[in-house]
């Protein structure tokens, strides 16, 4: 497989994005903990708390990674019936399963190999979904989108928890900086430094969060509510079926 190298600014394969993944998978949740300052709980916790209570639910997890916010979802919402965890990296997979056995989550939850561009479910069979920090991994982003749509049901919700690029403002510069010259570096020192170049530069090739609205209101949502964090470089949007 072609190592994914810093040179790349989008994803273009979702073979070299899956493979990145694969081999930063053992320090994934460490370094999530440690270059958002633990902040990364947070958010995800604030996703769950808008998650719709759903007597005999179905709820899946785009880009599960290792399955975090499938677990808190479980925890908060255990009158859903099904959880399913997709995501296109085998070793974020593994590490999901393993934490599930040993969390005895393991026969509440399903864990599948899935594009977000190619949902496994049938039309209309999906009371939420969610994708955390992996919206802007997509290849064909308009598609994942089309790909929410279809399977949701009527009144379903869609929850994106992403980074976005702060255009003004102080704290923008120190976003950039942060990002482009601090984050990389730690990232070498912990994992692969080649990743989390990848990372700024895949965020600044992502939707602006007017971008985003305007794409899910073209696909039959309605986006009910926003969140923002550190300023709006973190966004939680969520939006429902029309």
């Known amino acids: 497989m072609t190592k994914l190298t810093a040179n790349l600014t989008r994803p273009d394969d ?28 947070r958010w995800r916790r604030k996703l769950v708390s808008l998650v719709p209570k759903r007597e005999n ?12 916010v499938l677990f808190e979802v479980m925890k908060a919402h255990p009158e859903y019936s099904s959880f399913t965890g997709g995501d296109i990296s085998k070793g ?24 977000a561009e ?13 994708i955390s920090f992996g919206l802007r991994n997509v290849v064909n982003k308009e598609k994942a989108l089309c790909e929410f749509a279809r399977v949701l049901r009527t009144g379903g919700v ?6 976005f690029t702060p255009t003004s403002g102080p704290f923008a510069k120190m976003f950039q900086f942060y990002f482009h010259k601090i984050l990389p570096q730690i990232g070498r020192l912990f994992s692969e430094k080649e990743a989390y170049t990848y990372l700024p530069k895949s965020v600044a090739s992502f939707y602006s969060p ?13 986006v009910e509510k926003e969140v923002n964090f550190l300023f709006g470089a973190c966004r939680l949007v969520k939006s429902r079926k029309n």
């Open 14 to 41: 979702e073979r070299l994005i899956a493979a990145m993944f694969d081999r930063i998978c053992g320090k994934y949740d460490f370094l999530n903990r440690l270059l958002s300052a633990r902040q990364d709980v």
């Open 92 to 115: 974020m997979l593994n590490l999901a399963r393993k934490k599930a056995v040993a969390n005895a989550s393991s026969s509440k939850v399903q864990w599948k190999e899935m594009s």
């Open 57 to 68: 639910g179905h709820y899946f997890d785009a880009a599960t990674g290792t399955g975090d």
């Open 158 to 163: 869609l929850l994106i928890l992403e980074f």
């Open 118 to 130: 190619r949902l496994e479910f049938e039309d209309d069979s999906l009371d939420c979904a969610s």
């Open 210 to 222: 007017s971008e985003l609205r305007d794409s899910l209101r073209s696909k039959g949502f309605i």
